[in-house]
């Protein structure tokens, strides 16, 4: 991850050490016989985007976050329960739920407390990095996990993803640029989020979604991801074929997150 921004070196580095402390609480062992025990079944991220797509709907992946390193926080009034609740009243998709503390203030707890709130796939959102968090995440719940490509080569990308698979959950993959994109494809994925944020700089664009589009096969499932604020940016890009949004931010700031969603994608 030589070329990945200082940011996000700097969280990876972060957690890697905070993985090691969780490994001497509980082994990795442990912790992939509580993965591969889960009693709730995962719930089939993938197929519930797929279905949407397959009656020519927007897909949403609404996004519990209660904080960001640039923006600090970003909701205050913070209940998982409730917000999961919201979105799921209001035609969700699915949710996509943050539990790195350092950073986002977010927390494993809130991930199985949206989950069981209701019906919907959950996303584990994420610095994967280490085989434990993959196991990590199906233990707590999760149906779907995320790997980012900026911190990630493709041995890392191939060996997490078919682990995420072996215990049942789907996998995201996150790219921001077309070199990141040429790594994922030559895992031939089912589902590419495409961030929409520039990491160096933090400016969000539109345009990177769009001029990465040409590069996804027919078969993949597009998620544009970051900046999506009003209807006018939804027309704009399901038109020009995106699959669905994973959308947080703009959620996270309305009194009612639900109403929201129903306010950009109705």
Not at 60 to 67: L, Y
Not at 250 to 266: A, C, I, N, Q, V
Request: aromatic share 6%; charged share 30%.
């Amino acid at each position: 991850m030589a070329d990945a921004p200082d940011v996000l070196k700097r969280i990876v580095a972060k957690k890697q050490q905070e993985i090691e402390v969780n490994k001497s609480l509980k082994s990795e062992a442990a912790v992939e016989r509580s993965a591969r025990e889960r009693l709730d079944p995962p719930r089939g991220f993938i197929d519930a985007i797929r279905k949407c797509a397959s009656s020519d709907q927007i897909s949403v992946i609404a996004e519990i976050k209660k904080a960001s390193p640039s923006k600090g926080v970003i909701r205050e009034n913070f209940v998982p329960t409730e917000i999961a609740k919201s979105y799921a009243g209001a035609g969700a998709t699915c949710l996509s739920v943050l539990t790195d503390e350092l950073f986002f203030q977010g927390s494993n707890d809130y991930l199985q407390q949206a989950r069981d709130a209701c019906g919907l796939p959950v996303l584990r959102k994420d610095f994967t990095v280490d085989t434990y968090q993959v196991y990590e995440a199906a233990s707590i719940g999760a149906d779907c996990i995320l790997l980012i490509a900026a911190i990630l080569d493709l041995h890392e990308l191939k060996s997490l993803s078919e682990l995420a698979r072996d215990v049942g959950m789907d996998v995201l993959f996150e790219v921001h640029n077309q070199a990141e994109l040429d790594n994922v494809l030559a895992l031939k994925p089912s589902l590419i989020g495409i961030n929409n944020r520039n990491l160096h700089t933090f400016d969000v664009s539109l345009d990177t979604t769009l001029d990465l589009l040409g590069s996804v096969p027919d078969d993949a499932l597009i998620i544009s991801e970051s900046g999506i604020s009003s209807r006018e940016e939804v027309r704009r890009l399901s038109d020009a074929g995106v699959t669905g949004f994973l959308v947080g931010e703009s959620f996270m700031r309305e009194d009612d997150p639900g109403e929201k969603l129903r306010e950009l994608f109705s």
